[in-house]
Every structure is written in C-alpha cells, then in structure tokens.
T-cell receptor, first 118, second 111 residues
Framework: GAVVSQHPSWVICKSGTSVKIECRSLDFQATTMFWYRQFPKQSLMLMAT?????????EQGVEKDKFLINHASLTLSTLTVTSAHPEDSSFYICSAREEGRTGNQPQHFGDGTRLSIL | GESVGLHLPTLSVQEGDNSIINCAYSNSASDYFIWYKQESGKGPQFIID?????DKRQGQRVTVLLNKTVKHLSLQIAATQPGDSAVYFCAETPRTYKYIFGTGTRLKVLA
C-alpha cells in the first residue's frame, strides 16, 4: 500500500518550454503533498508544500511564478516548471502524507522526474 | 571505512558485516525522525522511523538509535547485503509535517 506515482519519469525539452509533472497517490488520499528538488550527489531540498484546495506554501528562495503547483484533488498534485531554462534541469521528487492519520507518519515518495532542459 | 566524496560521504562494508550510518540533526525541537534509502534514479524508500520519546527502535535487520543529548541518529544494518547498496538519508521534523533531510551517506557493499 501507500504508493505514489510520478509522471513523467524523464523529460527532455527545449529552453522556454513549460513542463508539467504529475504526482498521484494511488491507494490513499493525500491532503498534503510535497515537492522536492535534488541535484546530483546532494540531498533533497523542499521546494513547496502542496495543500488540497488551497494555495501551495513555498520555501524561501523558490519562485512561485516559476514553479506553479496545483493540488486539485486528494490524489493529484501537479508541478509546472514555466519557461524552463537549463538551470532548471534537475531531479524533481514528490511525496504525500496519508489523509486521516494524525500525528507523525512517514511521507511516501514517488520515483522522481528527471528534467533536462536543452 | 568512511570517506568524504564530492558531496556525499561514503561507507564501504564487506558483505555480511554490520553497517552503521550516522546522522547529526540540527533542530533540538525535532520530535520525529525517519531513515530513507534511495537507489540510483529512484525516489526515497522508507526504512524505519522513531519518535523523540524513544531512543531505540528495531525493524527487520535494521535498528535506529536516537541520542537527543547530542542530536545524533544512527541506522544499523545487520548482515549487510549487496541489495543494501544505496544512498541513505535521515530526515527530521521540527514539530511540523515538513522534513529536513540530512546530507546523505552512500553505502557500498563489497563482495
């Protein structure tokens, strides 16, 4: 149980293109999802917290107009990298908390999206 | 032994030996800690967690130890196997649902 699916797993596109990444909780509902960015040989850096039915909360230094987050249902959050440039190339990973469970619990992670901007 | 790579410390162990991966966390207010395993090109996979009211928790072949006095967390893997080769991250939560990840340790299992 507790599977998070991320799509696409890999995308290459030209500079200036906008790219949408989907994060779905397959067998549970998730009020809260998280988006991370990971550079090679480095740790995961939280970009934003995605809340179902409300605006995302962005971490300091993350441009909200650059990284658009939409969490329209309890099983889907999307991250759109707008007008992507080579410096946006990275590994983007989402995670989800299971709805209805109180207190601390592990986040369930997707398998990431490798984004390469040419 | 341990060595520091470009960004990621590496721990090399012989197959069958026990592994100990260490993590220093930053926030004394953190009350929940988690260990994740990340294989190349994949997302983190949950291994084990521990709450701040405990100092030890055991799973299958894994044990997590928490020392709040020195803000230290460790993951012990018994009888390390080739499939254990991966990068291991600790994460802390300072009384929110957000994770703060550690820098990670690469575990290499030598045949």
């Amino acid at each position: 149980g507790a599977v998070v699916s991320q799509h696409p797993s890999w995308v290459i596109c030209k500079s200036g293109t906008s790219v949408k990444i989907e994060c779905r909780s397959l067998d549970f509902q998730a009020t809260t999802m998280f988006w991370y960015r990971q550079f090679p040989k480095q740790s995961l850096m939280l970009m934003a917290t995605s809340n179902e039915g409300s605006k995302a909360t962005y971490e300091q230094g993350v441009e909200k107009d650059k990284f658009l987050i939409n969490h329209a249902s309890l099983t889907l959050s999307t991250l759109t990298v707008t007008s992507a440039h080579p410096e946006d190339s990275s590994f983007y990973i989402c995670s989800a908390r299971e709805e209805g469970r109180t207190g601390n619990q592990p986040q369930h992670f997707g398998d990431g999206t490798r984004l390469s901007i040419l | 032994g341990e060595s520091v790579g470009l960004h990621l410390p590496t721990l090399s162990v012989q197959e069958g030996d026990n592994s100990i991966i260490n993590c220093a966390y930053s926030n004394s207010a953190s009350d929940y800690f988690i260990w994740y395993k990340q294989e190349s090109g994949k997302g983190p996979q949950f291994i084990i967690d521990i709450r701040s009211n405990m100092d030890k928790r055991q799973g299958q072949r894994v044990t997590v130890l928490l020392n709040k006095t020195v803000k230290h967390l460790s993951l012990q893997i018994a009888a390390t196997q080739p499939g254990d080769s991966a990068v291991y991250f600790c994460a802390e939560t300072p009384r929110t649902y957000k994770y703060i990840f550690g820098t990670g340790t690469r575990l290499k299992v030598l045949a």
